[in-house]
């Protein structure tokens, strides 16, 4: 099976963004230890700092199912869900063509 790219786009209130960006960065540096995350990137825009696109390869769905059910992962979504219209968040997951 072909490796994923999710591809997760975040942008946020300014008054929040520490706030995230604390969990944010728990749940990155976690998933980019665990053994079907391959890449895990935080881009922040150019011109606007609370906007980011996060970069993820995984080695497949199960390995993207896995990482969604870990607590870091769950305490990151609870506090953008909480935040309500302070974030918006959305991704699109790819899979990886290759000959």
Same mark, same amino acid.
């Given at each position: ?36 995350? =391959?890449?895990?990137? $935080?881009?922040?825009?150019? *011109?606007?700092? &609370? ?8 080695? !497949? ?14 305490? =990151?979504?609870?506090? $953008?869900?909480?935040?309500? *219209?302070?974030? &918006? ?8 063509? !290759?000959?």
């Amino acid at each position: 099976m072909a490796n994923l790219v999710n591809l997760v786009h975040v942008s946020c209130d300014a008054s929040i963004r520490e706030e995230l960006l604390e969990k944010l960065w728990v749940n990155v540096l976690a998933a980019r230890e665990e053994e079907g995350c =391959y890449q895990f990137e $935080v881009s922040v825009q150019t *011109d606007d700092p &609370n906007a980011f696109i996060f970069y993820e390869v995984y080695r !497949d769905e199960a390995a993207l199912a896995w990482h969604k059910e870990q607590q870091y992962f769950l305490d =990151y979504f609870k506090i $953008v869900t909480d935040l309500g *219209d302070k974030v &918006n968040r959305s991704f699109i997951t790819y899979y990886v063509e !290759d000959k």
